[in-house]
């Protein structure tokens, strides 16, 4: 049996967290591109458009992570479709993030009042024009706060991509615990790597919320 000291675990671990952080980024700025071009479509087109991007939120928020992650890695594969790991827990988490992000963004563009919009029309600008320069600046403020606050749930959400083969920290510690026979400690290594990543985003979050919203942080 192979002899594993806290220094050997801590630094595997750390390794495998490059791979959390770096799905996290993928699937977090991915997922806010898609979500970005889903709010404008929802905003700008007719009922039909609206009632289809809907869906595929009922749809993403309406079935576990862990289902999404199985059919993109295997649901894929029996299209002929042959993606690695890293590809589908990628290409998951992102339309994931896309669906909540999307409703995210839509509530604090419906909490702009209604008189903006009717002031934006009569200086005679267009949709477009109407997001960029007065709706979207309000909203965003509105945004800021729960967005950075989701990072939290994406990155806890990589946890899952262990699954389907996708060497990350759960996978790491998972690995690493079953060589060296030291769950407890491996696994305590792990939550406490998940802490020191998502606490500082949290406080964050917490800060920018009671920064832009006149409160004490």
Same mark, same amino acid.
């Given at each position: ?36 071009? @889903?709010?404008?479509?929802? @905003? !700008?087109?007719?009922?039909?458009? $609206? ?7 009922? @749809? ?30 990628? @290409? ?44 979207? /600046?309000?909203?965003? $403020? ?67 919320? !009671?920064?832009?919203?006149?409160? /004490?942080?």
């Amino acid at each position: 049996m192979i002899e594993f000291t806290l220094w050997d675990i801590v630094r595997n671990l750390l390794l495998a967290l490059r791979w959390t952080v770096a799905l996290s980024a993928i699937a977090f700025v991915g997922g806010g591109l898609v979500g970005g071009l @889903l709010l404008t479509l929802r @905003l !700008g087109l007719g009922p039909r458009t $609206r009632r289809v991007i809907g869906w595929y939120v009922q @749809l993403f928020q309406g079935t576990p992570l862990l289902m999404q992650l199985f059919l993109a890695y295997f649901g894929l594969a029996l299209l002929g479709l042959e993606v690695s790991a890293w590809t589908a827990a990628a @290409l998951a988490l992102t339309l994931y993030t896309s669906a909540y992000l999307v409703e995210i963004w839509r509530g604090c563009v419906e909490a702009v009042p209604k008189g903006q919009w009717e002031a934006a029309r009569s200086l005679a600008l267009s949709f477009g024009e109407q997001l960029r320069h007065v709706i979207l /600046p309000q909203a965003w $403020r509105l945004a800021i706060a729960p967005t950075v606050g989701f990072l939290v749930q994406v990155i806890k959400g990589t946890a899952l991509a262990s699954v389907i083969g996708f060497v990350e920290l759960t996978k790491a510690g998972s690995m690493i615990a079953n060589a060296s026979f030291k769950p407890f400690l491996v696994f305590g290594c792990v939550a406490l790597l998940y802490f020191a990543l998502c606490f500082p985003i949290s406080l964050f979050a917490q800060h920018l919320e !009671g920064k832009l919203h006149g409160r /004490p942080s």
